[in-house]
């Protein structure tokens, strides 16, 4: 990385300082601050209900805040919405895409709609087409197109007017996973470029590809912080067990002594303890007096759902639908 690269890399381009929205006597999001960079894929990660889609809302400019403080692109998020939302591209859950149009139409809309200048439109449009890999189904019509390809577009007409500051909100939800990491691959692309990516997942391997991740849980911020610092950041051994029936075993294991926390990860069954030595004999010893065979123990590296549970355990729990 060049010095310019690392001088880019430290601009600061969102800011938020204690952002709330309450609704009635509601609070979605609680005291929100953080600071986001250029060219960054910026991450939040949250349970439903945690404020993610509440948040960015306000970043972009579609929701006032109740109290505190923050700019986007430079532009103050109470005294200057308007200006935000022209410097931002935004991809929301719902695509936006017209289905009765072509995809050349779609883009040709979204030019307009974004104020691309009519000299650039075609430029723009080629240049959507040939990232999105469309260009051979430029004159088809939307709805015809698969979720994985519809996300491209979207995409694409979202980034038309070259914003500085991309929102996506849940953008891969329901997406396959060969479409979704096509999809990152277009998010690396663009923040290659400078882009910044502002993103909210409730996919763990997604946010795994974040340069940071803030966790949210109840409205809050709860941990801020590259992926691999959040995961060797955990305060407690993680044992992992192979068992005879791993649902039964985590039944058998919530009231354990020394268990901090419990749960399935795939087929195994995954225990967050105070010591890992005492695990070693105390786990074996809790599963045989629920009669279930323990085929396997083994202390293991948390990854970040291992350590997004434990987070938003110890925050209080997962806000209830």
């Avoid at 060969?178 to 997942?201: C, E, H, M, N, P």
């Amino acid at each position: 990385m060049t010095a310019g690269d690392a001088q880019a890399r430290r601009e600061v381009v969102v800011t938020v300082d204690g952002l709330t929205r309450t609704f009635g006597s509601f609070t979605a999001v609680d005291h929100v601050s953080f600071e986001v960079h250029r060219g960054e894929v910026f991450g939040f990660l949250g349970p439903n209900g945690a404020g993610k889609t509440t948040t960015i809302k306000m970043l972009t400019g579609l929701l006032a805040p109740s109290s505190g403080r923050g700019t986007v692109a430079g532009f103050d998020l109470q005294r200057e919405s308007e200006q935000v939302k022209r410097h931002i591209g935004y991809m929301s859950q719902l695509f936006s895409l017209y289905g009765d149009l072509t995809v050349e139409e779609n883009i040709a809309f979204f030019s307009g709609l974004n104020g691309v200048p009519r000299a650039r439109r075609d430029e723009r449009r080629d240049w959507v087409l040939e990232m999105a890999g469309l260009k051979d189904s430029r004159t088809r019509l939307t709805h015809e197109l698969s979720l994985g390809w519809k996300q491209r577009l979207a995409l694409g007409t979202a980034v038309l007017h070259e914003p500085p500051i991309l929102f996506l909100d849940e953008p891969t939800s329901g997406v396959d996973p060969i479409s979704r990491r096509a999809f990152w691959d277009l998010i690396y692309a663009l923040a290659g470029r400078g882009t910044t990516v502002f993103v909210s997942t409730h996919y763990m391997e997604e946010a795994e590809y974040c340069h940071r991740l803030a966790l949210m849980n109840r409205g809050r911020v709860i941990a801020l912080d590259r992926p691999a610092a959040l995961r060797s950041a955990m305060p407690s051994p993680l044992v992992e067990l192979e068992t005879s029936d791993s649902p039964r075993a985590v039944d058998a294991l919530v009231r354990a002594s020394g268990v901090v926390e419990v749960g399935l990860f795939g087929r195994m069954v995954h225990v967050l303890v105070r010591d890992a030595e005492e695990a070693r004999t105390g786990l074996p010893a809790a599963l045989a007096a629920a009669g279930i065979g323990m085929r396997a123990l083994r202390v293991v590296e948390p990854s970040l759902e291992d350590v997004f549970v434990a987070l938003v355990h110890a925050a209080g729990g997962a806000p209830e639908d």
